[in-house]
């Protein structure tokens, strides 16, 4: 390692003192995540009430219910205890609300569907924070509760058992980024502790913790980039049976499998069966033991994929096209309307008007007239969570945390909704905060590209917020042959490049920046050389593999 260390390329080094790797032990660290680097569960506030009563329900042979969320880290959570629970001899169930009849988190229904099935302690994971009256409900009807949670808490918590969330403000656990399913995987290593088992035997649901920690965005840092590294090395040696049914519908070959192919393939497929009906087949296919089984439920949720799909194009370009009315007025945020949208996919267009306009965005409709709900999404250094806790007289209920949040409110509260939010947002503003902008980690001459140069930018993986992958800038790079547009509406751009004074080709693909095809051909016209901003990235074509530039941005020097 020292070695390595002494002589690392000076842009591999600039990208890791940007990372905060700015030592010997530091690099060994990042390198080296290594699964015994984790914390102690027991660290976690309220551990040990919670172990315990898991412990004592084992004991007197209680029904446990699992209550999830109908995201996809709710349905890996629910999934995952769901399995653990029965390991370990307990009855156990689970209930997953429906988007549409029950909303978020925890309910009076839902509660009521546990005392009808006999439960007498119920496990919340991925949701509960905030959910005070419904915690005390669940204790005027003589049942036990324990929250898993990873959101910000309010003021006051519920009265409960155990209250598990590292980010609840007298919790001292040394690393607060992780997802629910993270939360949930460190009770059951607890669990374990308390049983006299070995906690290493929890790792057999870190494939469950590394779909989680990739799809609900959450800091690739810390505890995250250990639990998704021996997640995706358990997706490619051993996944469970639901994981591996669906990656294979989805074309996905999960030996070779990554952060960003989980976000883009299995994710937005789990998250289609809450999205458009019901949650709990994705649960319950995560849990299944049945090949049959497992396959009929991928077909039904494949199904639901596609029609997804074609609701969030329709629900995309409406909601675009309002926003670009919005943005005539310059908004600091944009707060976008419209009656009748399909509920399930009111979160992932949100995600892309905000990408656009780059403004934290608001997305609402209603399906009544009366009731608005919907997804709140913010960008870079603007706390969503924050502004909307300034407005929160003017809502109904919301929860979440920095980058996204669900929230509910009258729909005649809507226009002062939008009113209120431009002086929360602005007084976080930085200056040139809503301009986006491309963070650079280094130059990089192509000729320094070598098998050498790329294996030691493959350890900086794990990747996800706060360890993006890097990006270079290229420049005095010429254009080698004609550039082409490509892609059904000709969206993206492909051309070849190298340095001005020689050296390697590389291919570069440029994904939505068939605008920038003109640029491109004045380069070669006139000879002048181009600037790229890119991420090298692998390409398998025909059995081959390649390295490309996979561009940002590009311009003329």
Known sequence: MATQLNDLPVPLARSLVLRGVDSFEGA????????????????MRDMDHAADRIIRAVEEKEHVMVYGDYDVDGTTSTAMLLTFFE????????????????GYGLSRFGVDEAIARGVSLIVAIDCGITANAEAAYIRQQGLDLIICDHHTAGDELPVATAVLDPKRPDCDYPFDGLSGCGVGYKLIQAVLVRMGLPPEDAHTYLDLVAVSTASDIVPMIGENRILMREGLRQLCDNPRLGLAALAQRAGLDLTCCTSSKIVFQLG???????????????????????ASHAQ????????????????????????LEIAERLMQDDPVALVVYKEGWHPGVIGIT?????????????????????????SARSVKGISIYKALAQCEDLLDRFGGHAFAAGLALPVTSIEALRERLQPAVEGALEVDGLVPEIELDSTLDLRDVTTRFWRVLQQFGPHGPDNLRPIFW????????????????????????AQLDGGPTFPVIGFNLGDRYDAALASIRRGRPMEVAFQLDENTWKGRTTLQLRAKDLRLS
């Open 28 to 43: 060994r660290t990042f390198f080296r995540p290594e699964i015994s680097r984790l914390h102690d569960p027991f660290e």
């Open 87 to 102: 390991s370990i001899g307990l009855q156990a169930s689970f209930f997953i609300p429906n988007r549409f009849t029950h």
């Open 268 to 290: 937005p497929r789990i998250n289609a069966a809450g999205r458009i009906a019901d949650a709990s087949m994705a649960a319950e296919l995560l849990a299944s033991t049945d």
């Open 296 to 319: 009929r439920l991928v077909d039904e949720i494949e199904e639901l994929n596609l029609q997804r799909r074609e609701l969030d194009r329709e629900t995309r370009d409406e909601a």
């Open 350 to 374: 949100a995600s892309r008007v905000a990408e656009k306009f780059h403004r934290p965005t608001i997305l609402l409709t209603s399906q009544d007239g009366q009731t608005a709900k919907g």
């Open 474 to 497: 290229g420049q005095n790079l010429r254009i080698v042959g004609q550039p082409t547009k490509v892609g059904h509406e000709k969206q993206h751009l492909r051309f070849r490049v």
